[in-house]
């Protein structure tokens, strides 16, 4: 393990939206040594990520989780492995679903024979609301939902099953290893995190992009459904306070924001105030989505790590859509300055 007083970290998936955002923190601590692993199928090499490896404390392995050889360029020796990289939203997972239960499970694996086999201190799991999605849409759960109800899967033929199998499966496989060698472990279950830097798919980025367009009226699908939003920087301190608390080892934790549900359509209206738009509205059900309402339960990040959700969604909501402002407003000052220059030649 690490020399006394530096920590030495591992984040899978560091180039993505969390990885970035959990790096961000942990490399203001100077002693911390931090290794990036990705692969670059989401994440990005933008000026952000640039930013974060010129600090000394950082470097990047670019590699694919899923290819043994990558295990042998990050070597050993890792006091903190912070697992997120997996292949998710939507799109993957509805256009191809066998992709997503290949690399979520087969990274998880080998990472989980590296790291068993290897002189490394505690893994830390991501995992997902989604693991209770068909147990919810076919028993009643309670909402706000704890960690402790039975997770199911019911139509593995449905391509949605691909995500949520593979993370349950990814649960199980951390849990049994975790026993089996005596290495501590947690598992983080993230409910809607949303921040900067979270790719354009996401309801929020994408209705911001749409109603800065001048969409009129706004389709939203799902209006009635209800979510329970988590600012990046609360889940972030959550999954911070899971790795270092030896309480949490062996535990499960929802990490999300109990305090401020709302509906999809309220949203819509806060991000067309946002983007200065008339509020109209044009509702559409979703087909790909039957969970009307989703909320965890945080009381156990609470006692056990004593974690609260800081941000509101109002807070949260500011400082997301400035963020997209500048990339949206770059990003069409490029495209036209590309289509200039294509005149100009
Ligand atoms: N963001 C959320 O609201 C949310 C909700 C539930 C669960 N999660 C979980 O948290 C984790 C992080 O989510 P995120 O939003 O940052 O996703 P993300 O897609 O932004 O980040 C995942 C990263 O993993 C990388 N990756 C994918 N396959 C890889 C491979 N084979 N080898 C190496 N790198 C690979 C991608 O390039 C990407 O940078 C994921 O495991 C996800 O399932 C996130």
Same mark, same amino acid.
């Given at each position: 393990?690490?020399? %006394?007083?530096? &920590? ?20 203001? !601590?100077?002693? *911390? @040594?931090?290794?990036?692993v990705d692969n670059f199928a989401r994440g990005?090499?933008?000026? !952000? ?8 404390? %950082?470097?990047? %392995? ?7 050889? $990558?295990?042998?360029?990050?070597? #050993? ?8 990289? /997996? ?10 679903? @066998? ?20 002189n490394n201190g505690k893994l830390l799991f ?13 028993? +009643? ?16 033929? *449905? ?35 949303y921040g900067p830097r979270m790719g354009h ?24 459904? &209800?979510?329970?939003?988590?600012? $990046? ?13 030896? =309480?949490? *080892? ?8 109990? &305090? !401020? @549900? ?5 949203? =819509?209206?806060?991000?067309? /105030?946002? /983007?200065? &738009? ?9 087909? *790909? ?7 965890? #339960? ?5 006692? $056990?790590?004593?974690? @609260? ?33 294509? +005149?100009?030649?």
């Amino acid at each position: 393990m690490s020399q %006394v007083g530096t &920590r030495r970290i591992l984040i899978t998936g560091g180039a993505g939206f969390v990885g970035y955002h959990l790096t961000s923190e942990l490399c203001k !601590e100077a002693t *911390n @040594e931090i290794v990036l692993v990705d692969n670059f199928a989401r994440g990005r090499r933008d000026a !952000e990520l640039n930013a974060l490896l010129a600090k000394p404390n %950082v470097r990047i %392995v670019s590699g694919d989780l899923t290819r043994p050889e $990558v295990y042998e360029q990050l070597g #050993d020796g890792y006091d903190e492995v912070y697992h997120l990289a /997996a292949v998710i939203g939507v799109k993957h997972v509805l256009e191809r679903p @066998e992709a997503v239960v290949r690399v979520n499970a087969l990274s998880t694996i080998l990472l989980l024979d590296w790291f068993t086999a290897g002189n490394n201190g505690k893994l830390l799991f991501s995992s997902t609301s989604e693991a209770y999605a068909w147990t919810q849409k076919f028993h +009643q759960l309670p909402i706000p939902t704890p960690e402790d109800v039975p997770l199911a899967l019911t139509d593995l033929s *449905n391509p949605r099953s691909s995500y949520a199998g593979s993370k349950i499966f990814g649960e199980l496989a951390v849990t049994q290893y975790g026993q089996r060698s005596g290495k501590p472990f947690v598992i983080v279950r993230y409910h809607n995190v949303y921040g900067p830097r979270m790719g354009h798919e996401h309801v929020i980025p994408e209705l911001y992009a749409r109603a800065l367009r001048g969409e009129s009226p706004l389709v939203v699908y799902s209006t009635h459904h &209800r979510r329970a939003f988590c600012y $990046v920087q609360d889940a972030v301190r959550c999954t911070i306070a899971a790795m270092r608390s030896s =309480a949490a *080892n062996g535990k499960t934790f929802n990490i999300g924001n109990d &305090r !401020e @549900e709302t509906l999809i359509g309220d949203l =819509a209206k806060k991000i067309l /105030a946002r /983007a200065n &738009r008339p509020q109209t509205i044009t509702a559409k059900d979703a087909v *790909n989505d039957p969970i009307n309402r989703r909320c965890p #339960d945080v009381s156990r990040a609470r006692n $056990v790590l004593g974690f @609260e959700p800081q941000v509101s969604l109002d807070q949260g909501l500011d400082l997301t859509l400035a963020w997209y402002h500048r990339e949206l407003t770059q990003q069409a000052a490029s495209s036209k300055e590309g289509r200039h220059d294509r +005149q100009v030649a």
